[in-house]
């Protein structure tokens, strides 16, 4: 998984029933855009920082 500065992480929930997280990546620790992530959910304004599973994927900030 490759990210960069101001894509978004989109994780899905893995329950019936759970709902789908988005967030901001607003750092990225490697230079080849490998994880972790610090990234600011919008559900919440809270910033976490992110080693994302097989649930979760990257949605580039030009979408």
Do not use: N
């Not at 998984?1 to 990546?25: K, N």
Request: charged fraction near 20%; proline fraction near 10%.
């Amino acid at each position: 998984m490759q990210a960069a500065i101001g894509d978004h992480l989109v994780v899905m929930g893995q329950h019936v029933g759970d709902h789908v997280r988005d967030g901001e990546i607003i750092e990225v620790s490697h230079p080849d855009g490998s994880p972790p992530y610090l990234v600011r959910w919008s559900d919440s304004d809270h910033e976490s920082l992110i080693f994302p599973g097989p649930d979760a994927h990257i949605e580039p900030a030009d979408h």
